[in-house]
């Protein structure tokens, strides 16, 4: 299994970004998928989940109305489009497989490698 995650980069306050997980080794609605985001110094934190059916996704409170998570089942691709964006978005963002993705401390059954997302102020 692999989790190939990419489109992170350097944007300024308020841009956009779209951020790409292609799996391979299994299919989206075998897990509930996700994406994390560890910022420098912090611990990686959730930032967003959708279930194996691709239902009503499950947010985190800082990113709830600017980020919005979708997959394309034919690529077998997650994405996480990233709007409004703020300083304290910058951290490493990875893409998850596993159940119960928002629970503290949950298991994640894969991870990806993660990409950079910097903003600047």
């Known amino acids: 299994v692999q989790l190939q995650a990419s489109g992170g980069g350097l944007v300024q306050a308020g841009g956009s970004l779209r951020l790409s997980c292609v799996a391979s080794?299994?299919?989206?609605?075998?897990?509930?998928m996700g994406w994390f985001r560890q910022a420098p110094g912090k611990e990686r934190e959730f930032v967003v989940s959708?279930?194996?059916?691709?239902?009503?996704?499950s947010y985190a409170d800082s990113v709830k109305g600017r980020f919005t998570i979708s997959r394309d089942s034919a690529k077998n691709t997650i994405y996480l489009q990233m709007n409004s964006l703020k300083p304290e978005d910058t951290a490493v963002y990875y893409c998850?497989?596993?159940?119960?993705?928002?629970?503290?401390?949950?298991?994640?059954?894969?991870w990806g490698q993660g990409t950079l997302v910097t903003v600047s102020s």
């Open positions: 998850a497989a596993g159940d119960f993705l928002r629970l503290p401390r949950t298991p994640v059954d894969y």
């Open positions: 080794g299994l299919t989206l609605t075998m897990y509930e």
């Open positions: 959708l279930s194996r059916s691709g239902g009503v996704p």
